[in-house]
């Protein structure tokens, strides 16, 4: 069955500290790859997709197919960054928009 | 653009009532997903809408839940004599088109309490 793993539910690091929230999935085919985020109070968002290759806030992931990982990494966090953090492949069977979710980690910034 | 509008924010049913939940997608966005989020769970995918249309409904509970989106207004999920475990929030998104690479865009959701 195709399945996201967010394995850490919380990560907490300080201020200008490397974060890298982890993400593997298992899945037959080649999927569209994002992450979202929802910062406090507001909704859920993309910050990133694979197929852009682009670097957003600092943020940027790596597609390890033979590892089937897509970690999001930032060298140095900020208090902004914190929030809610999900994985989200594209179903890769069907033509659709339609993602599968990671259970979220919840990224906690201190000063 | 006001981006994705859902209403209600809140919405507390009690058991055996009818929940109506809607959104209203993005304007030029004729392509829209319901995800529901279970108490400390990710986003999980429940159907699949486009104009008069349901696409794909493989992530919908089998009875009491049904969704549409009409040629003229917003979407709507229903969900018929509410148990307490339908509590959660429920998400919609939309977008342009169906290809698996383009941005969803995400309403501010509806949490749904069945008392």
């Known amino acids: 069955a195709q399945r996201v793993t967010q394995p850490e539910k919380l990560l907490s690091v300080f201020k200008g500290a490397p974060v890298e929230l982890k993400c593997n999935y298992s899945?037959?085919?080649?999927?569209?790859l994002f992450w979202y985020v929802q910062y406090s109070r507001q909704r859920l968002q993309l910050l990133l997709r694979?197929?852009s290759r682009e670097s957003i806030k600092g943020f940027t992931a790596d597609l390890n197919k033979g590892e089937t990982s897509f970690h999001l990494k930032k060298p140095f966090a900020q208090e902004e960054d914190s929030a809610m953090y999900y994985c989200?492949?594209?179903?890769?069977?069907?033509?659709?928009?339609?993602?599968?979710f990671g259970q979220g980690t919840t990224l906690q910034v201190k000063p | 653009n006001a981006g994705v509008m859902q209403n209600p924010r809140h919405l507390v049913r009690r058991r055996g009532q009818e929940a109506r939940l809607r959104c209203s997608p993005m304007?030029?966005?004729?392509?829209v997903y319901w995800y529901r989020q279970l108490p400390e769970e990710g986003l999980k995918f429940m159907v699949y809408?486009?104009?008069?249309?349901?696409?794909?409904e493989s992530g919908m509970p089998k009875e009491r839940f049904s969704a549409e989106f009409p040629k003229e207004g917003p979407s709507i999920l229903r969900i018929q004599q509410v148990v307490r475990g339908d509590s959660a929030a429920y998400f919609c998104?939309?977008?342009?088109?169906?290809?698996?690479?383009?941005?969803?865009?995400f309403g501010q959701g509806t949490r749904l309490t069945v008392v």
């Open positions: 998104a939309s977008s342009p088109d169906q290809r698996g690479n383009t941005e969803a865009f």
């Open positions: 899945y037959s085919g080649s999927p569209e």
């Open positions: 694979h197929i």
């Open positions: 989200a492949p594209s179903h890769p069977s069907s033509n659709t928009g339609k993602l599968i």
């Open positions: 304007k030029g966005h004729s392509h």
């Open positions: 809408l486009q104009k008069e249309n349901i696409i794909d």
